[in-house]
């Protein structure tokens, strides 16, 4: 390996994932912040396009970015409804890697997904605060300079403490012994994803999909195992059970929304 590319990869990584939207200027300001505390940062948007205010949406977004990147990443995650209230701001350690995040349900499919599959987690509540730091963006003021500090090699024990009580969301992977799940995310494609989880299935090879009462068949293996405009289910790049609809919208044809219940027969 060259000289040039060991310092490369000795950069750290900070990725941010938010609810703010490009047309103004939140996200350049966030990143001026991580820049000034950690000037060899790798900055990588994973999205700024969250739906406003969807906890949710977010906190599978976010697992899907720790699932990705590579230990000692730094995952600055602002989906905030609650800013200026008395919520917490945590830090979550998962899979050896950082995110910074309110506490308000963020880390919920990360902590499911990776703290359940042996990977651990834990949770400490930011304790520092600037001198001085807007009502409204915390994102800027205080977990922006958080996970700086943390990509600049700062300990998280001079800035937080230990908690064991994380706000979590009313979700988790369907188990082994389920027979339905529900829709959790649907994304720009219109396909919607489950919380089904592919080793769930694998006790169940001869199932077929249900979803608002309509059937979609049994499992396929890729897009084009269906006419065009037909329904079908099959695994996603994510490892989960998803409803799709061959050159067409899962969410728009077969009238899909977050929270739909899915069977298994």
Known sequence: ????????????????????????????????????????????????????????????????????????????????????????????????????????????????????????ASVSEITWRAARSSNTFHGRDVMAPVAARIAAGDPLRSFTRPIEDPVLLDLEPATTKESRGRIIHIDHFGNATTNIRQDALRAKPSISVKVNRRSVGKLRRTYWDVAPGKPLALIGSSGLLEIAVRDGSARDDLNIRVGDSVVLR
């Open 1 to 120: 390996m060259s000289k040039g590319h060991e310092r490369q990869q000795q950069r750290p990584i900070v990725t941010l994932t938010s609810d703010f939207g490009l047309s103004d200027a939140y996200v350049a300001s966030m990143k001026a912040v991580l820049i000034r505390g950690c000037p060899l940062a790798r900055l990588i948007d994973v999205t700024h396009n969250v739906p406003r205010h969807d906890i949710l949406c977010g906190s599978i977004t976010l697992e899907r970015a720790v699932d990705g990147f590579p230990p000692g990443t730094v995952h600055l995650a602002v989906v905030d409804p609650g800013v200026g209230t008395d919520r917490r701001m945590i830090v979550a350690q998962v899979k050896d890697q950082f995110i910074v995040c309110p506490d308000n349900g963020l880390i919920t499919w990360t902590f499911r997904v990776h703290a359940r599959s042996g990977d651990g």
